[in-house]
Nanobody, 120 residues
Framework: QVQLVESGGGLVQAGGSLRLSCAASGSILSINDMGWYRQAPGKQRELVATMTNGGTTNYADSVEGRFTISRDNAKNTVNLQLNSLKPEDTAVYYC??????????????WGQGTQVTVSS
């Protein structure tokens, strides 16, 4: 069974930091894009940051300069360092990966989500 398992998250005061981690497991040939999305109450899920397997990053404007994504292709892991957190960063954060499990099959995989709450 191919899955993404997240860790990290929690409650932090504004200005604080958190680190999210995500590991992909199962029968995976390769992973293309890997990263993080988030969904706040009453809002649509939105991109936070992604990284290609070649290392190219893409950040939401709202987190640029505060969040840093990193990835270990050999371990199929991705991390997100969240600094200078703001109350508006409060959301459920989802790990995402575009995985290839055979030469015929590539699909999007999502983690179960981890809550990040920033108090003012």
């Amino acid at each position: 069974q191919v899955q993404l398992v997240e860790s990290g998250g929690g409650l932090v005061q504004a200005g604080g930091s958190l680190r999210l981690s995500c590991a992909a497991s199962g029968s995976i040939l390769s992973i293309n894009d890997m990263g993080w999305y988030r969904q706040a109450p009453g809002k649509q899920r939105e991109l936070v940051a992604t990284m290609t397997n070649g290392g190219t990053t893409n950040y939401a404007d709202s987190v640029e300069g505060r969040f840093t994504i990193s990835r270990d292709n050999a371990k199929n892991t991705v991390n997100l360092q969240l600094n200078s957190l703001k109350p508006e960063d409060t959301a459920v954060y989802y790990c995402y990966a575009n995985v290839r499990t055979s030469i015929f099959r590539t699909y999007d995989l999502w983690g179960q989500g981890t809550q990040v709450t920033v108090s003012s």
